[in-house]
């Protein structure tokens, strides 16, 4: 009862050794050209392909943003090293410098050169993080291109006023304090 066909069919003379051989020769070949399922088979090809291109998309974004993340650290460090290496010191500064941060009014202690330069447009006043500091116009002109945000106070040299200002007459002083 647990004999295969095969061997039954072996038994009753019906086919010889040979042929039982090349039965099982045929079926193995069967099986290896069309392993389990066929159409089935295509199917999960296709599904763990459509993976596979899924996963090299997403580890491709993921690649692209931290790379974008590095090279935006890099340029802050470059900023803040800019400022760091060209700020001018304000010991002993005695004299209140007033300026406007957005809608906030903050003071600096300047020493009465450092005023009168910030006056003239030769220094500025540029934020880094929680601090300002006063770098010459050079550097807050590179800073403007980076990003305009960090610098808070760049006089320039003062242009003709418009014929039809009607305060042309009235010049404000530049130590004029507030």
Known sequence: MGN?????????????EQKVKQARSAKRKKVKQHPKGGAGDDAARQAVERAR?????????????????????????????????????????????????????????VNKAQQAKLVAGRLAVVRQDD???????????????RDARLVVVLNRPEEKPAEDDPYAEFQVPDDLMW
Do not use: C, M, W
């Open 53 to 109: 291109r899924e996963k090299l998309e997403r580890d491709r974004a993921l690649n692209r943003q931290r790379q974008e993340e590095a090279a935006r650290r890099a340029a802050e460090n470059e900023i803040r090293q800019l400022i760091h290496s060209n700020r001018v010191v304000r010991e002993r500064g005695d004299i209140a410098y007033n300026f406007t941060d957005g809608n906030k009014l903050k003071r600096i202690y």
């Open 4 to 16: 295969s066909l095969q061997d039954q069919l072996l038994k009753a003379g019906l086919v010889n």
């Open 131 to 145: 601090f300002y500091e006063l770098v010459p116009t050079e550097v807050a002109e590179r800073l403007l291109e």
